[in-house]
């Protein structure tokens, strides 16, 4: 057996979402020994994915049901849910809910993130699975405090990403989302349901320019799922907005292509600080 920390397995299931973070979490854990069954969540899934996996299977995330029964079939024991799946989906009619998804959804007190991701916790649970903090493998990615670009924040820049990043702990604090974009101390845009490039879109056309724009995690963050996370979509977004500088929280924040989100963030003067 293979022990890291206080993990001890020799393989384990990654549930997917869209997005690189699935694919470092999977070469990193196959460069470390492990065997890693894929799960393909969605669609945008990387397929790079599959190229770090013993086997590589696309379920539905909607299809539970099928999920378990797939887990269960490899005799995995540890699960990691990784990758941006967003609530949306549940309500755009884009994906149709198995029956036991149904039912869970249904009886569920509110349909809050923390909420719907603890319904997987026990469903998994009940499967005699156990879902694991999902930094275990890739905390080498997650940047201590400090600027990351070479280019400074403003004096401006710097009020607005402590103002925006209070903001963005107490809209974590409600369970409603860890992003905010604010503007001379004025709140553009917070994150619900849409997504984080969706509110940086919307925050940035609002502040026509020079936005600000903050993810954190929440005071009551659950490591085993929803950790925030930056990556080269988010930089493209700012830039489409012309927005002027990011915040993300020390420690706490995965940044993934760290050498492509900083290139591009300094190439179109934008500060990245880790507060």
Known sequence: MIDLGDVCMERFGLLAGAGKLPVECARAAKALGFEVYAVALLPETDAELADFAVEYKEISVAHLEAILNYLKEKEIKKVTMIGKVTKELLFSGKV??????????????????????????????????????????????????????????????????????????????????????????????????????????????????????????????DNRFDVPTVGLKTIEMMVSVKASALAIEADKTLLVEREKVLALAEANDIAIVAM
Do not use: W, Y
Not at 115 to 128: C, D, N, P, Q, S
Not at 195 to 214: K, P, Y
């Open 96 to 221: 149709q809910p198995d029956a036991r998804m149904m039912q869970l959804i249904m009886s569920l007190p509110d349909r809050s993130d923390d909420t719907i991701m603890m319904m997987f916790v026990r469903e998994l649970a009940k499967a005699g699975m156990e879902a694991f903090d999902q930094t275990m493998l890739i905390r080498k990615l997650m940047p201590h405090r400090g600027t990351l670009t070479k280019c400074e924040p403003t004096q401006a820049q710097r009020q607005d990403m402590e103002f925006g990043f209070r903001m963005a702990k107490e809209l974590g604090r409600l369970d409603v989302g860890q992003t905010v974009v604010v503007k001379n101390l004025a709140v553009m845009a917070l994150e619900a349901i849409e997504g984080t490039d969706a509110c940086i879109r919307r925050g940035g056309e609002l502040a026509n320019g020079g936005a600000v724009v903050a993810k954190v995690a929440k005071p009551q963050q």
